[in-house]
């Protein structure tokens, strides 16, 4: 392994560190349970992962659930904002992910097409 790849390695977990460490502000709870990833579950949870790493945004994290009960609205997710009451998203595809990252988690409108529950 060369010099430069363990620095590279060595930037990404720092960066990790400091996700996990850095004050919450938001938190993102991806529904995965067996309805969930049959319908894509997996892959609205990586565009969450890769946009809010895109835009360094420290103060959310994402996390992942079980059934809420919702098999017609799936992919299902949660956002948990401060201060604020939690908005539940339905049929969330990775497009949608990403608009509910750039609309919602950076300027605090929700995407109202995809919201299912206030």
Do not use: C, W
């Not at 392994?1 to 990404?12: D, Q, S, V, Y």
């Not at 604020?84 to 509910?100: F, L, M, W």
């Amino acid at each position: 392994m060369k010099l430069e790849e363990l620095r590279k390695i060595r930037e990404k977990a720092a960066k990790e560190l400091t996700l996990r460490g850095g004050q919450v502000r938001v938190k993102v709870v991806v529904g995965m349970g067996t309805s969930g990833i049959a319908a894509g579950a997996r892959d609205v949870l990586a565009a969450f992962l890769d946009e809010i790493g895109k835009r360094e945004l420290t103060d959310v994290i994402v996390t992942q659930s079980g059934e809420r009960g919702l098999a017609s609205a799936e992919p299902v997710v949660e956002v948990h904002e401060e201060g604020k009451p939690t908005v539940v998203y339905g049929n969330v595809t990775p497009e949608v992910a990403r608009r509910i990252v750039a609309e919602h988690l950076v300027n605090g409108n929700p995407v109202a097409d995809y919201v299912i529950e206030v």
